[in-house]
């Protein structure tokens, strides 16, 4: 499966953007389909993840991020919400089934990463 994201660039802080992750092939509705991020000097983060229609997020982007997906057309989004200058990141989607890790790096399949980048 080969997943590419896109809709990254640069939005004031209290901005909003939405990111999408096309996949090559559909998932199936019990594949975990994660976004994570990781800014300049930083350790990589997972923002959240979407497995069964059940969604789950860290709590540094409780309230502001939400995943869906529209298995129609095999795209995951992560819609972003009252963005703040520390949401700058290299954003990247992953897949996988067996569970939802928390480093990217358990997917059985990663994108390339969108950058976001929010200024104050």
């Known amino acids: 499966v080969e997943l590419v994201e896109s809709g990254g660039g640069s939005v004031q802080a209290g901005g909003s953007l939405r990111l999408s992750c096309a996949a090559s092939?559909?998932?199936?509705?019990?594949?975990?389909m994660a976004w994570f991020r990781q800014a300049p000097g930083k350790v990589r983060e997972r923002v959240g993840f979407?497995?069964?229609?059940?969604?789950y997020y860290e709590d540094f982007v409780k309230g502001r991020f939400t995943i869906s997906q529209d298995n129609a057309k095999n795209t995951l989004y992560l819609h972003m919400n009252i963005l703040k200058p520390e949401d700058t990141a290299m954003y990247y989607c992953?897949?996988?089934?067996?569970?939802?890790?928390?480093?990217?790096?358990?997917?059985?399949?990663r994108g390339q990463g969108t950058q976001v980048t929010v200024s104050s």
């Open positions: 992953a897949a996988g089934i067996g569970g939802c890790p928390a480093e990217m790096s358990d997917y059985a399949y």
């Open positions: 979407i497995v069964a229609g059940i969604t």
């Open positions: 092939r559909y998932t199936v509705n019990n594949w975990c």
